[in-house]
């Protein structure tokens, strides 16, 4: 594919043309880029076009400025991803640090709401895994993940999982999970809640359904978080 610009609005084509590379590993997560005006004159475009592409994909966390060093594709380090995807915390908004527990995993048949939200087709296979994630040692969270076994191959025979999985899905398996979706809504705890979170009957509980998406906006995980809702909250920062 051609790495000049086409017929697009100028800093699209350049957005798009950068993402790609790095989707493809042109640069490995933790790499530095090549100079701006070394990029400027490979595309054949302005000094202030790459510029302005740079801020954008460090505004979106997908590269890192090191002042006096220069530019690097981001990491998705344990402390990293959390800042940008766990978004549980107490009452008020103070974060929390998850741990997993109880962690299982299995190879087994796509379901048809799984093929919906990963776009699979009728025959793809899947990972389930299943995880208790604890705060200051107790259950509060009741995980399901779901990933294509594809994108994923002999992942049930890594051995341990990471706490946090999309540092893993990044340095294993070269997927950058760059963006989520999530939808959230309040269910009572089913059997399987209580006798894990250790909830009553009829206790309300959150649930977030996530899509996470790669870089190039395929959708690569989707999971379903049963939260207790009597400690924890849902907090997002809106600018």
């Not at 594709?73 to 527990?101: K, N, S, T, W």
């Not at 989520?180 to 979170?197: G, I, N």
């Not at 379903?224 to 809702?229: A, F, L, T, Y």
């Amino acid at each position: 594919m051609n790495d000049t610009p086409g017929f697009r609005p100028l800093y699209r084509q350049v957005y798009d043309i950068l993402v790609r590379k790095i989707a493809e590993g042109a640069w490995k997560p933790g790499e530095m880029l090549p100079s701006e005006q070394m990029l400027a004159r490979e595309m054949g475009v302005s000094h202030g076009t790459v510029r302005k592409v740079l801020d954008a994909l460090t505004a979106e966390n997908l590269l890192l400025r090191r002042q006096g060093k220069g530019t690097f594709v981001a990491e998705h380090d344990q402390d990293r991803a959390l800042f940008r995807f766990f978004h549980i915390a107490r009452p008020g908004g103070e974060r929390l640090v998850p741990e997993a527990a109880k962690v299982r995993i299995k190879a087994r048949p796509s379901r048809v709401v799984e093929r919906e939200k990963l776009e699979l087709r009728g025959r793809d296979a899947v990972f389930e895994i299943t995880r208790l994630r604890l705060i200051d040692g107790e259950p509060a969270i009741r995980e399901t993940i779901i990933l294509p076994e594809r994108l994923f191959p002999r992942l049930d025979r890594i051995g341990d999982l990471p706490n946090t999985l999309y540092s893993l899905y990044q340095s294993k398996f070269g997927i950058t999970v760059a963006a989520a979706r999530e939808e959230l809504r309040a269910a009572t705890a089913t059997r399987e809640d209580q006798s894990s979170l250790g909830l009553k009957p009829g206790h309300p509980i959150l649930v977030i359904g996530r899509v996470a998406l790669a870089l190039t906006g395929q959708p690569v995980e989707w999971r379903e978080s049963r939260v207790r809702s009597d400690r924890l909250v849902y907090a997002v920062t809106l600018q």
